[in-house]
């Protein structure tokens, strides 16, 4: 069983439309990170969130804390075709603990 | 930039067979990861290392070990590979211990099949 679970697990949109990708746990988590891995590469950091209710815009990316910290999304507003890949979340159960837990990913196709 | 090399990015070996997956980081990272990443899983840690000569189980460790005999390297091993290791394996680096708000650097991952 995820400790965090992603929704929806595919998604596959027209350039130019908008999306968002669900992060949603039963557990409290300190922090939460979300991830986008292209095809044949490793995950690369997008966000850290750390504050219950804390939003944070990247470009066209806009992320968003949970106010009981237990869910996040990521909204992505007039998607391009480099938005395709998988968007992992992680989250960090303790401040001062290394380990991560990770969804299982949602992956995005935008499609030209 | 960080950069997080995996020695291979496909790898195909025979059940019962040692296998060798190598991690080399640039950056002078005091954290290294060995994660094993299967669809509908998400990424689950292996093992963990914060210094050379230690290291600590992460979820799944059974069938597993690590090495880390030098700083920038990180290897995985395993020692009879069977066919449930059949996946993909990312390794990743990160600067500060103790801390889930670290950013991790990952490599570009070996999909290892397992015959």
């Known amino acids: 069983t995820q400790l965090l679970e992603q929704s929806p697990q595919f998604l596959s949109i027209q350039e130019g439309e908008n999306l968002t990708v669900y992060c949603n746990s039963s557990s409290v988590f300190s922090s939460l990170q979300w991830y986008r891995q292209e095809p044949g590469e490793g995950p690369v950091l997008l966000v850290t969130v750390v504050t219950g209710g804390e939003v944070k815009k990247l470009k066209r990316l806009t992320f968003q804390f949970g106010d009981a910290r237990k869910d996040s999304s990521l909204h992505i507003t007039a998607a391009q075709t480099g938005d395709t890949g998988l968007y992992l979340c992680?989250?960090?159960?303790?401040?001062?603990?290394?380990?991560?837990?990770f969804g299982a990913g949602t992956t995005v196709t935008v499609r030209a | 930039d960080v950069k997080v090399t995996q020695s291979s990015r496909y790898l195909v070996k025979r059940t019962g067979e040692k296998v060798f997956l190598e991690c080399v980081q640039d950056?002078?990272?005091?954290?290294m990861f060995w994660y094993r990443q299967d669809p509908g899983l998400g990424l689950r840690l292996i093992y963990f290392s914060y210094d050379v000569k230690m290291k600590e189980k992460g979820d799944i460790p059974e069938g597993y070990s690590v090495s880390r005999e030098k700083k920038e390297r990180f290897s995985l091993i395993l020692e009879s590979a069977s066919t449930n290791q059949t996946s993909m394996y990312l390794c990743?680096?990160?600067?500060?211990?103790?801390?889930?708000?670290?950013?991790?650097?990952f490599g570009p991952g070996t999909r290892l099949t397992v015959l």
């Open positions: 990743a680096s990160s600067l500060y211990w103790g801390r889930a708000t670290d950013t991790q650097y």
């Open positions: 992680a989250g960090g159960r303790n401040t001062d603990d290394y380990k991560l837990s």
């Open positions: 950056m002078d990272h005091e954290n």
